[in-house]
């Protein structure tokens, strides 16, 4: 698998009110994609192709479902972040079509017509149920977990909402950041913390060390049987510092620390954190580690 070095981009000025639009384009454009290897070394696994029927729960702006329809697989996507779901549309063309009535008309194979391949929900995984489709065999969480105080409290009650849309022996995917000593991000994602205590509340979001047994918890909560790990490379690569931070920033992971201390001291103290990490020629490259849990529904 190749890293992705995200490339120069004209991004909104620093510092300035940054409205959802430009956000989710950003996200797309700078973040999204450091976690390529990751949907591909999952579903090079598993044999994503033309038996899959996946649906991605946080879907965002659709990378990891694009990756898996080109694969064959039949794909739906679930978020509440509308900007980022009509990013998902426009990538996946005419096969992404928004939800209307939830009911599909059957064909040979039991799914719509071909160009039907991809469906994008907003809402909450429940909102992904149709009538006339069979139910999902792959269900995916592509949203790192066991990197913020709490991040993990809202995966168990959306596994338990997307569950009974699939067939029983369903494989369910989990990520989560991997140890903080293979993640040189780590060290930056730190000034989260920092910044947004004392203000931030026990459990209110911000950066906290990964832990071993983060996904096994998680699936224990949701009644999976766990069936398989992997841990994957994916380097952080940015053309600048200033692409850096703002694709950092828009992870959530600094949200506390901006409400706490205010967008422009974060950046600046962000982007001192990685000066280490820049490179000769101006880019920035942190080799991270995260892991996935393959998991089957009981």
């Known amino acids: 698998m190749t890293p992705t070095l995200v490339r120069h981009h004209t991004y909104a000025a620093s510092s300035a009110p940054v409205d959802p639009g430009t956000r989710a384009r950003d996200w797309a454009a700078i973040q999204e994609r450091v976690l390529a290897p990751l949907h591909e070394a999952v579903?090079?696994?598993?044999?994503?192709?033309?038996?899959?029927?996946?649906?991605?729960?946080?879907?965002?702006?659709?990378?990891?479902?694009?990756a898996a329809a080109s694969r064959g697989a039949r794909v739906t996507g679930v978020d509440t972040d509308r900007e980022?779901?009509?990013?998902?549309?426009?990538?996946?063309?005419?096969?992404?079509?928004a939800e209307d009535s939830g009911t599909w008309a059957e064909d040979s194979g039991g799914w719509a017509r071909d160009t039907e391949r991809?469906?994008?929900?907003?809402?909450?995984?429940?909102?992904?149920?149709?009538?006339?489709?069979?139910?999902?065999?792959?269900l995916t969480a592509f949203h790192p977990i066991g990197c913020a105080a709490g991040d993990s409290e809202g995966l168990a009650p959306a596994l338990a909402e997307a569950v009974p849309l699939a067939v029983r022996g369903a494989t369910v995917v989990l990520t989560g950041w991997g140890p903080p000593e293979r993640c040189a991000t780590a060290p930056v994602l730190r000034v989260a913390a920092r910044l947004a205590e004392p203000a931030r509340p026990a459990r209110a979001g911000g950066w906290r060390p990964a832990l071993?047994?983060?996904?096994?918890?998680?699936?224990?909560?949701?009644?999976?049987k766990p069936d398989g790990s992997g841990r994957v490379s994916c380097p952080f690569g940015y053309a600048d510092v200033d692409s850096a931070v703002r694709g950092l920033l828009l992870t959530g992971l600094f949200d506390a620390a901006e409400r706490a201390a205010g967008r422009s001291r974060v950046e600046k103290e962000v982007a001192e954190a990685l000066l280490p990490h820049r490179r000769p020629d101006g880019t920035v490259w942190m080799p991270n580690v995260f892991r996935y849990l393959v998991c089957v529904t009981r």
């Open 43 to 66: 579903f090079d696994r598993l044999e994503v192709g033309a038996g899959t029927r996946m649906l991605s729960l946080g879907c965002g702006s659709g990378l990891a479902l694009l």
């Open 212 to 224: 071993r047994d983060d996904l096994e918890e998680v699936a224990a909560r949701a009644g999976l």
């Open 84 to 97: 980022r779901l009509a990013l998902a549309r426009e990538r996946l063309g005419s096969a992404g079509r």
């Open 118 to 138: 991809a469906r994008l929900v907003e809402g909450p995984p429940s909102a992904a149920a149709t009538t006339g489709a069979p139910p999902y065999n792959l």
